[in-house]
């Protein structure tokens, strides 16, 4: 039987899985189990069960498993490694993206260990993407819906004695548009979305807990009175039933209380006698006990652990115990070579943290996927900051879809609340203008049931909340020079600057609230990118590598309104080639020199005055001069070619004639409908406008592009820009304009080009 029982936690071991491991493949096995640790630190009993290893598994192309009776008695075609997914390489499958299938089938046989016998089973699955079946000897034990989320069934009554048949069935279907993604490619791994997963990715495991059990814990820590806020909910209905909570510091007992009666939800307060905080890079965390007695009989124990601290904003700060943390955040997608979303090891997850904390950041967003516990666990234990995020890539925004997603939203948001180095919430990322429901929708939850943190409901883009509690962007400008000077600039003025219409984005006005704000994605810089892509222009040497790094760093480090930023990113991510170490982990960089520009003191960090106030959006009047799609029927059509013109071919005497007609938007996104299709490298556009030669007071460009481009009002260039968006951002050429523009006729022409995944382009020439 592949399985493993343990009496206490695990100890850890300093190697990487793929080491200890033997060739795999038809008639040979794993050295030993894979992940053998116990899932959950933070939710432990000491009578559990790894189901890690070898099953059998099977692709359904018909999707007609059932029918030809999979649920029970059969074997399976092939065999698999769980906990990792059939497109990884530690799988012993390494199918990649090879080919898309929607239902996979799971078996294996089990026997309950002595010491669970007489208990209630529990089965265990941490995450499985994406629709769930399980069976235990031919009878569904239930269904799951999400792929991220950890969820259980009680086995108890379906199991009998001798080998048990376990059978799981997943539907995966990432193409509907009804489940989210994250950074899963629907087809081939290009741009920035990459090999997907399908089926079970984190690890499954049994616990046998007692007739009556504690669950669902949630601890809220309140240094300032020097104690601790517990719930607990009880699974049972005995009578008599006591619950006793204690805390230890250091092996001492500093904290308990007891509560009584057998209604599910227990509230206790734990005062403790020693006050130790938890903070980033020298975090304390309390061990955890709850015993569960009735009368005098004990009848469960579960042990967890908890930091003393608290997130509070302060005008434009952002403060961990009173005290103003400037966040050095790394983009971490969770991605590896050989496990895809599943790390090869316990270690490996460690070791992620230790590689980003030796290059001076403090933290990392989490980024399009939800890191599974033993992750948090080491985020906790090493004193790192992270947020938590939700992969909403891939799923479109359909009413139908909602409620899948608020439901998987909950069971994280309840089994990662406790974790101290979680200090906010994102749940959306870049997520375009239909989101604003589900978006509001979901920060509403998370507020309800976390209120100790912070959320934003969108990292980057469009936002949605008129009053948020923060704000962010993302902004990839590779010129530190061009990116200081719009940041310093954004504080000082506010939204004295002309705001975007509201056709053009639905999103809440941008600018300056007077809440903690912070740049969100930046860099992103490419090096080694033989084989993929970075941000921008790759630097021509490793010193314009650092002096870009460091100009961009500083620029928001000197920044006192700024409470952090995040870097993009990590690690390489299969043809994504801007990490700071390459996939396998091997550094890229000076790691000492990358700390030192990194960790120096902040601006925000040394105290230095934060103006507390927004200032009050101005209203506009804009007269549309060039419309984009927003603007019906004044988005006129324009003359373009995907041909290199010859000639001064944006001013107003060249010839167009022969180029072809059609209407913005150009492009191919699936994302977004396009009214003409282009799919070469470069497109070239050009119209004619009628202006009355009044005075401009604002001048803007509002566009959306998908990548490079650049604008000409009668041969003269007014916008550049570098890589993408795909919302519609406004840009400010007022003084371009007024040297370009005259009375009359004027020619407008746009060239905009394109290397990997989607492509767009459209925009509004507007004045005021």
Known sequence: MNGMLTTGRWSGKRVWLAAALLAWGAGQAFAEVPRPEHPRPDAFRANWLTLNGEWQFEIDKTGDGEARGLISGKDLASKIIVPFCPESKLSGLGLGNTEYFTNVWYRRMLELPAAMQGRRVLLHFGGVDYKTWVYVNGKLAGTH?????????????????????????????????????????????????????????????LEAVGSSFVENISVVPDPDQGRVLIEAQVNGLEENLKLVAEAFADGKLVGTETSLGMWRNQRLVLKLSEKKLWEPGAPFLYDLKF???????????LTSYFG????????????????????????????????????????????DI??????????????????????????????????????NWGYNYKPEGYAPIVTEWT?????????????????????????????????TITKAIDPTRPAL???????????????????????????????????????????????????????????????????????????GWGYGGAPKSLEEFYTRYQGTLDALLDNPNMFGFCYTQLTDVEQEHNGLYFYDRKPKFDVK??????????????????????????????????????????????????????????GAGFDDQSWQTGRAPFGRDERRKVRTPWNTPDIYLRKTFEFDGGDIKHGAIVISFDEDTE????????????????????????????KALHKGTNTIAVHTHQTVGGQYIDLALLVE
Request: overall charge negative; proline content about 7%; glycine content about 10%.
């Open 291 to 301: 015993t569960l007695y009735r009368g005098t009989e004990k009848v469960d124990v």
């Open 593 to 650: 020199k990358l700390h030192d520009i990194t960790a120096r003191q902040a601006a925000y960090e040394r105290g230095e005055p934060v103006a507390p106030q927004p200032v009050a959006v101005p209203e506009m009047t804009w007269r549309v001069l060039v419309g984009a799609t927003q603007d019906d029927k004044l988005c006129t059509p324009w003359r373009y070619t995907t041909q290199t013109p010859q000639g001064e071919w944006a």
């Open 354 to 391: 230790e590689m980003c904390m030796a290059a001076g950041y403090n933290g990392a967003r989490l980024h399009q996927k939800v890191f599974e516990p033993r992750f948090l666990y080491w985020a906790d234990k090493l004193g790192y900051l992270v947020w938590g995020e939700f992969p």
């Open 145 to 205: 819906v999400g792929e991220n989320a950890e969820f259980s069934f009680e086995i108890t009554k379906l199991l009998h004695a001798g080998p048990n048949e376990l059978v799981v069935r997943v539907f995966d279907d990432l193409r509907s548009g009804l489940q989210p993604g994250g950074k899963q490619a629907h087809n081939k791994s290009e741009g920035c979305v990459y090999t997907r997963t399908t089926g079970i990715w984190q690890p499954v495991w």
């Open 308 to 351: 003393l601290r608290k997130v509070t904003l302060e005008g434009r700060r952002m403060l961990l115990n009173g005290k103003p943390v400037f966040q050095r955040l790394i983009l971490d997608q969770g991605f590896y070579p050989d496990g895809i979303w599943t790390a090869p090891s316990d270690d490996a997850l460690k070791h």
């Open 711 to 738: 604008v000409f009002v009668n041969g003269q260039k007014i916008l550049g820009t570098e890589k993408y968006i795909t919302n519609y951002e406004m840009r400010l050429v007022t003084e371009e304009l007024r």
């Open 411 to 443: 069971e994280i948001l309840l089994r990662d609340r406790n974790h101290p180095s979680i200090i906010g919430w994102c749940p959306f990322n870049e997520s375009g203008a239909g989101a604003g429901e589900i978006q509001q929708v979901i920060w």
């Open 457 to 531: 409901e969108t990292s980057g883009w469009v936002h949605t909340l008129p009053h948020p509690e923060m704000r962010d962007t993302h902004d990839y400008d590779g010129n530190p020079v061009t990116f200081r000077k719009r940041w310093a600039d954004f504080f000082g003025k506010g939204n004295a600057e002309p705001v975007i219409p509201a056709r053009y984005s639905k999103h809440a006005p941008a600018g300056d609230f007077g809440v903690p704000f912070m740049i969100s994605e930046i860099g992103g810089i490419g090096w080694a990118v033989e084989g």
